[in-house]
Structure formats: structure tokens, C-alpha cells
């Protein structure tokens, strides 16, 4: 009875002390002039036990633990663009209040009942000596339980004073600039891994930009076969429209790009082959920094001059990577009227700054040159990869025999050996004998490569020709192979037999049906940011929508067909 009363008293005395001084704390409120700029995407919440030493809480260190276990919940559920506002910490039962001071009790009356079994052996060793001696002393009653009960009850308040534990409920608001740069996952596979699993293509967002930027693909690139082409010629067609608010916030937009390219790594292909953005205006920045702009992937340029911004972009532009990938950067620039002539520099320099160096600044003198502008970038995107087999067609020429065949030297220009000598484009090997079978060693290559390296085994066909194939071929335009009269007229076969020392040309050789060709799809992003701001005539609006749609009907167009 006398023990269960113990240990309710312990319980008591740990309760009063848990709730005499429970937490109760706010952080990171948004304020009223950031109400307007931020946008509230959902809540998060998370829990973790704190001990507050003597009773007193290390505040900033709370609202550290809470900011860094939220911020990783709201990263890991809408991206990594997100900040976590209106933070709220309150402190609630814990557990281990009860089993810190209970552990400390027990740890106490374990010592006190050791130390009092040392000294009542100390007591009895002297009784007996005593004794031994012819004395007659009183034997000292065990002091077992007087110490347990000093040295627990000691440590049973010592664990009161030390300090108090809490489970901290800690909750708040996850918050990003509107337009959707923050993008929900559905995984936190997506999260850890920084390939994706999206399919293999191409994907194009689209952003309008004026006062503000507007992400007409709703923050995520769409995937381009023919739905998805359909669908953003539909947001060209309906949504891209000219501002009704004056502003240019070219930076801002080209952030936003940047934002939302990071945000969607997951629903990108694992093996993206190329990122790409490219910027089209016709005026200077002029709202990028407004106070009154959301704020992207937490980096807030309110009213910071705008060349800070511009190289915090360029900077990005640079050196950030979408996966693994570079940002590949065009720009675009057509200078407005509102352009004088002391500004034309500055518009110059700052749309080679959006260029990246991989990329290119294209400066076209009124709107109907944006097509032809889209058109040459379009040819730099890279879309796709032609792999081309060719096929060495020879009699069966004995070992020993040197074989070369020329890309470069038309048959209208003679046979003359000396030309097959001064060929830049060829590929050469000698004929050998190995193990009963023509094999083609020692190859060279002059302005070609092919996977198939030094070494080629030819296999006899139904028509005992010898066929040599050299695959992944690379130094001649795809195309020009493709073109049977090309080929016909360019491709040579030239043969220095044992015993000669001259090139002799093959008179008889025949190229039909030596070339196979593949095109293999590549993965790439594509994010078109359009200026659509009051200083833009209604008729160019009109133009630049119309060059944006023929943009993704060349893309479209382009790309391999499965």
C-alpha cells in the first residue's frame, strides 16, 4: 500500500510540474503585406519530444526543430519550391515525463540500496570483530532501506528540477506564390530521386508574362504527342491574350520557368536529354521587383534593384540543373517603341544575359520575324537522334586486300586514285582470313566514327557478296544517305589488292540498299515564356500567338512518329 502510494505521488508530482509549464509558441507569421503575395497550398503537421532543461524552453531552438521537421513534410507533399508560414508549437503530455523521473527514482534507490549493503557489511565486520575481541557490542540495524530512500527520493527530485519533458505538436501553413510553382507528389520516391519517371518525349509549358507571370500550363509541362499538342494550341488559342495592367516582369517570368522546371523533376523522363527555355520581349523590366510579386522558391527581390535580380537569373540560367541536365536558354528580343535610343544597349545586354552561353540571343526587328526566330531554334532543339548502319559491299577479295570507302568524292570527278588518297570523309580497313571467315581489321576513319570500331566480321550473302556492317555511323547528314541518288553518285569503293600500290576504283560497286537508318527519340523540356504586356500592339499579340502555335506544330512536326 505504502509503495503504490509512492509512486502515485511520483506520478502527481511529475504531472503538476508537466502542466505547470506546457509550451505555447508561434513563428514565421505571414504578415499583412505578404498576404497578397502569398498563396496557402495546405497544411502540414508533425510531433517530436523535447526536454526542457530546468523548466525553461530554448525557444529558438524549437522553432528551429519545428520550421526544419515541417519545411521537409511540405518539400516531400508539394516540392521543393514551398515555404511553411503561420507556424504554431504547443506542448502536450509526455510520456516520458512520467518514465524520466521513474527511471531516475529507481536509478537513485538502486545506489542508495548498494551503497547501504556496503555499509551494513562495514557494520558487520566490525560487530564480529568486536566480538571476536570478547566484547559484547549491539548489533547497527541495516541502513539498506534509509539510504534507498535517500538516494531515490535525491534523484527523484533532482529529475524534477532538471527539467520537464514535452511532445511538441507543431503545425502550419504551406505557402508558395500562385500560379502552381509548387507542385504536389505523389511519392516521396519522386522526392529523393532526382531523375523522374515520366515518358520519353518532349514536354512544353508555356508562361505569359505583363505585370506579373501567369504559368498558362498550370505549373507542368505537357507532354507532346498529338492530345497534348491539341491541348496547347487550345491554351495558345484561348489564354494567351494581351494584359489588361501595364508592367513588364521579365526577370520574374524567366524565374518562374526556372521554378517550375525544378518543381517538376519527378514527371520528367529519368533520361532527360535537354532542358530548354526560351524568352521572348519587346521591352525592359520594369515590375520584376515589385514588393507586391509572389514569391519564388523563397528568394524575394521585393524592391531590390532589378540588375540584382537579372543576375540572380542569368546566374541560374547558368549553372542550375534540371536531373542532371544543363538549362539550354534562348532569347528572343524585338525592341518596342517604348525603347529610346539610350536604352537600346541596355535591352541588348540584358537579353544576351537570358541567353545562356549554351544558347543564343536572336534580335528580330518586327513581329513577323518571331516565326523565322522560332523556326532557327527549333532546328537547335535537340528532338531527336538519327542512327545510321551502313553497309561495306565487297566481292571476295583476298586477304591482304586494303578497302576504302569514300563519302566525298563524286563519280563525275574521275577515277584517279590520288582522289581516294586525298578523301576527308572515309573509312578504310584490310581484308583478312580468321578462322575461315572475312573479317575487316585495321579500320580507320577520316571525319567518320562508328560504334563498330577496328574491327568488323563480314558475313557471306545468298549472293556470295561480303557484307561488312558499320554501325552508328557518324560524319555524313542522315539525309544525304537516305537519298538513293545521292548516294549513288558519292559513295565509292576503292581497293589497293596485294601486290599494288594505287587505289583502284570499283567500277561495279553498286551502294542500293547499304544504308539503315533509325531515328531514336529524345526527352526534352521546352518552356516558352511570352511577353504579353499593354505595350504590345493587338496586332502583334495576334502574331506572337500565331508564331507560338506554328512553334509547337515545327516541334510536333519534327519529332519521330512511333
Known amino acids: 500500500m505504502k509503495r503504490n502510494s509512492f509512486i502515485a505521488g511520483i506520478l502527481s508530482a511529475a504531472l503538476i510540474f508537466q502542466t505547470g509549464s506546457c509550451i505555447s509558441l508561434t513563428d514565421k507569421s505571414i504578415s499583412a503585406s505578404e498576404e497578397t503575395r502569398l498563396e496557402i497550398l495546405g497544411k502540414v503537421s508533425d510531433a517530436f519530444a523535447s526536454m526542457q532543461w530546468f523548466h525553461i524552453a530554448s525557444q529558438d531552438g524549437l522553432k528551429k526543430r519545428a520550421y526544419e521537421k515541417l519545411l521537409a513534410k511540405a518539400q516531400k507533399e508539394y516540392g521543393p519550391d514551398v515555404d511553411v508560414r503561420n507556424i504554431t508549437m504547443k506542448g502536450k503530455f509526455s510520456i516520458w515525463q512520467v518514465v524520466f523521473p521513474l527511471a531516475a527514482t529507481a536509478l537513485g534507490a538502486g545506489i542508495g540500496a548498494l551503497t547501504g549493503i556496503a555499509v551494513d557489511a562495514i557494520n558487520d565486520k566490525n560487530y564480529q570483530d568486536m566480538r571476536n575481541d570478547g566484547g559484547n557490542p549491539d548489533r547497527e540495524p541495516t541502513v539498506i532501506p534509509l539510504f ?149 522558391e523563397r528568394q524575394d527581390f521585393g524592391d531590390k534593384p532589378r540588375g540584382e535580380y537579372l543576375t540572380y537569373v542569368q546566374t541560374q540560367l547558368e549553372t542550375r540543373k534540371i536531373g542532371s541536365k544543363d538549362i539550354v536558354s534562348y532569347s528572343v528580343g524585338l525592341m518596342g517603341n517604348d525603347i529610346n535610343q539610350n536604352d537600346k544597349p541596355t535591352f541588348t545586354s540584358n537579353m544576351e544575359k537570358l541567353a545562356s552561353k549554351t544558347g543564343k540571343y536572336y534580335p528580330i526587328e518586327n513581329v513577323n520575324a518571331l516565326n523565322q526566330a522560332f523556326g532557327q531554334i527549333t532546328e537547335k532543339l535537340v528532338l531527336y537522334q538519327i542512327n545510321t548502319d551502313f553497309k561495306v559491299l565487297t566481292t571476295g577479295y583476298s586477304s591482304g586486300t586494303k578497302l576504302r570507302m569514300t563519302f566525298d568524292v563524286p563519280k563525275a570527278r574521275g577515277n584517279d586514285g590520288a582522289l581516294a588518297t586525298n578523301s576527308q570523309k572515309y573509312l578504310q580497313g584490310e581484308v583478312s582470313r580468321v578462322n575461315g571467315k572475312y573479317v575487316l581489321t585495321n579500320i580507320t576513319y577520316g571525319g567518320l566514327s562508328s560504334s563498330a570500331g577496328q574491327s568488323v566480321e563480314g558475313i557471306q550473302d545468298k549472293s556470295l557478296q561480303i557484307v561488312y556492317t558499320f554501325t552508328g555511323l557518324e560524319g555524313v547528314d542522315p539525309k544525304l544517305l537516305e537519298n538513293k541518288d545521292w548516294l549513288k553518285e558519292n559513295v565509292r569503293q576503292w581497293a589497293i589488292e596485294p601486290g599494288q600500290s594505287n587505289w583502284q576504283a570499283n567500277s561495279e560497286y553498286a551502294p542500293d540498299g547499304t544504308v539503315e537508318t533509325k531515328a531514336e527519340k529524345k526527352s526534352a523540356v521546352i518552356y516558352l515564356v511570352l511577353d504579353c504586356s499593354t505595350s504590345l500592339p493587338d496586332a502583334d499579340v495576334i502574331q506572337i500567338r500565331k508564331s507560338a502555335i506554328d512553334f509547337v506544330n515545327m516541334v510536333y512536326d519534327k519529332l519521330p512518329k512511333d
Open 148 to 296: 534507498t530512500g535517500i538516494f531515490g527520493g535525491a534523484f527523484f527530485g533532482g529529475s524534477l528540477i532538471a527539467g520537464n519533458f514535452q511532445t511538441i505538436i507543431c503545425e502550419g501553413e504551406v505557402v508558395s506564390g500562385p500560379g502552381g510553382a509548387a507542385v504536389p507528389r505523389t511519392s516521396s520516391t519522386a522526392v529523393s530521386n532526382p531523375k523522374g519517371t515520366g515518358k520519353e518525349g518532349v514536354y512544353i509549358g508555356i508562361i505569359s508574362f505583363a505585370n506579373t507571370a501567369e504559368d498558362l500550363s498550370n505549373g507542368r509541362p505537357i507532354y507532346l504527342d498529338e492530345s497534348g499538342k491539341k491541348e496547347l494550341l487550345d491554351i495558345l488559342d484561348k489564354k494567351y491574350a494581351k494584359a489588361g495592367v501595364q508592367g513588364t516582369a521579365l526577370y520574374y517570368a524567366a524565374h518562374k520557368a526556372l521554378a517550375n522546371l525544378t518543381a517538376n523533376v519527378s514527371n520528367f523522363p529519368a533520361n532527360l536529354d535537354t532542358v530548354n527555355t526560351i524568352i521572348f520581349t519587346d521591352g525592359l523590366d520594369n515590375n520584376s521587383t515589385n514588393p507586391g510579386q509572389p514569391i519564388l
